[in-house]
């Protein structure tokens, strides 16, 4: 009987440790940031004319207008207003935290609100979006907030892998 429970007492302590070397050794932990609209818009569409099709893309016209490049990896599109301070106080954070990557950030005036409402979908507070070299949007972040662009930061990292 005591042989029993000193052999059920080791296979207790050991199986959690194999299965830690096992994970460490031969497992991968990964991160993703999915993109936005890819199966539906849902009701967003309605409220801007044009035609929609799924999986959603930001146009190259639109892409070109506003001399948002494809080339970087992403690119972070920020509609300001003059009297955002905060905002632009918070962005400076992600312009020092990706400066010698392939992240852009591009600073649109925020009198282009069909440009906002209807091609990037910002609804709310939102006044961030983030692009992907293949023109999908990848999330919507309130650029005055902290928490927010803390989202930013670290969706970003894992885009690039950095995390």
Not at 27 to 55: H, I, M, R, W
Not at 74 to 80: D, G, N, P
Not at 151 to 157: A, D, F, G, H, Q
Request: aromatic residues 10%; neutral net charge.
């Amino acid at each position: 009987m005591r042989g029993t429970k000193a052999i059920l007492l080791i296979i207790a302590l050991l199986l959690p440790a194999a299965v830690f070397v096992f994970l460490k050794y031969f497992g991968k932990n990964q991160f993703d940031v999915n993109p936005l609209y890819q199966e539906s818009l849902g009701d967003l569409a309605e409220q801007c004319p044009g035609q929609y099709s799924v999986p959603y893309v930001v146009s190259d016209t639109v892409m070109a207008q506003f001399n948002l490049s494809t080339q970087p990896s992403l690119t972070i599109v920020a509609f300001v207003q003059n009297d955002s301070l905060d905002m632009k106080k918070q962005l400076s954070r992600v312009d020092e935290q990706f400066a010698d990557t392939a992240v852009a950030l591009k600073w649109v005036e925020s009198d282009t609100m069909k440009l906002k409402d209807c091609i990037f979908f910002l609804r709310g507070d939102s006044s961030v979006v983030m692009v992907d070299n293949m023109r999908r949007i990848r999330g919507h972040y309130i650029g005055s907030s902290l928490k927010d662009i803390d989202r930013l930061i670290v969706e970003t990292k894992i885009i690039l892998g950095q995390y």
